[in-house]
T-cell receptor, first 112, second 117 residues
C-alpha cells in the first residue's frame, strides 16, 4: 500500500542553521507530494507541493524536490528562523486515491 | 475568503454526553474529511465524504457518526462521549483527488479542541 516515512523528531537547531527533514514514500503510479506545516495551536496549512517527478516546490524559503528515482521529497531550508518552529508533515496523494497519506510528523524547534 | 470553518473551537463534555462538530467550506470542494490529532501523534482519519451524498469510514470510525448535509457542510457526531475521544479534531476539504481533475491537496480548518471528563 501507499505510505510515507518521515525523519523522526524532535529536531532542534540554532537560528540560521541549515535544515533537512527527510521524507520517503511508497506508492503506485505517480503521486502528488506535499509538505504541510502546523504552528502551535493551529491547523495544518500547505507549505509546498510537487505534482510530478523532478518538480521543485518552494515557499517561504523552504524547498523540496520530487525524486522518483529515490522515492523522496526531502524538505530543506538554508537558514532557519525561530518563527519556523512547528510540526512538519510530509504527505502523498496517490493518483485517483480519495485520501491523503500522511507521515507521522516532525517537530522542529529553532533556538535563538 | 473563510476557507474551512469549524465550530465550536473548544468544548468540554462529560462522559456519556453527545455533541456535534460542525464544518463548512466555501471553496465548492467535492470531498470533505474529519481527522483527529492526539498529543504527540499524527493525524488519523475518522470519516470522509468523497462527494455530496456519500460517506466512508476512515482508520478510526468507532464512536463517531457523520452527515454530509450538503456540498458545503460535513458534521461529526459523538453519540456517547468517552475520555478516549479527548482530542483535537480537524475538518478538511479537497477539490478532487490527484489524477481526477485535482491534486488531492487538503485545506484544513483551525481545529476543535474537545475534552471529555
Amino acid at each position: 500500500g501507499n505510505s510515507v516515512t518521515q525523519m523522526e523528531g524532535p529536531v532542534t537547531l540554532s537560528e540560521e542553521a541549515f535544515l533537512t527533514i527527510n521524507c520517503t514514500y511508497t506508492a503506485t503510479g505517480y503521486p502528488s507530494l506535499f509538505w504541510y506545516v502546523q504552528y502551535p495551536g493551529e491547523g495544518l496549512q500547505l507549505l509546498l507541493k510537487a505534482t510530478k517527478a523532478d518538480d521543485k516546490g518552494s515557499n517561504k524559503g523552504f524547498e523540496a524536490t520530487y525524486r522518483k528515482e529515490t522515492t523522496s521529497f526531502h524538505l530543506e531550508k538554508g537558514s532557519v528562523q525561530v518563527s519556523d518552529s512547528a510540526v512538519y508533515f510530509c504527505a502523498l496523494s496517490a493518483s485517483g486515491a480519495q485520501k491523503l497519506v500522511f507521515g507521522q510528523g516532525t517537530r522542529l524547534t529553532i533556538n535563538p | 475568503n473563510a476557507g474551512v470553518t469549524q465550530t465550536p473551537k473548544f468544548q468540554v463534555l462529560k462522559t456519556g454526553q453527545s455533541m456535534t462538530l460542525q464544518c463548512a467550506q466555501d471553496m465548492n470542494h467535492n470531498s470533505m474529511y474529519w481527522y483527529r490529532q492526539d498529543p504527540g501523534m499524527g493525524l488519523r482519519l475518522i470519516y470522509y465524504s468523497a462527494s455530496e451524498g456519500t460517506t466512508d469510514k476512515g482508520e478510526v470510525p468507532n464512536g463517531y457518526n457523520v452527515s454530509r448535509l450538503n456540498k458545503r457542510e460535513f458534521s461529526l457526531r459523538l453519540e456517547s462521549a468517552a475520555p478516549s475521544q479527548t482530542s483535537v479534531y480537524f475538518c478538511a476539504s479537497s477539490e478532487a483527488p490527484s489524477g481526477r481533475g485535482g491534486t488531492g491537496e487538503l485545506f484544513f480548518g483551525e481545529g476543535s479542541r474537545l475534552t471529555v471528563l
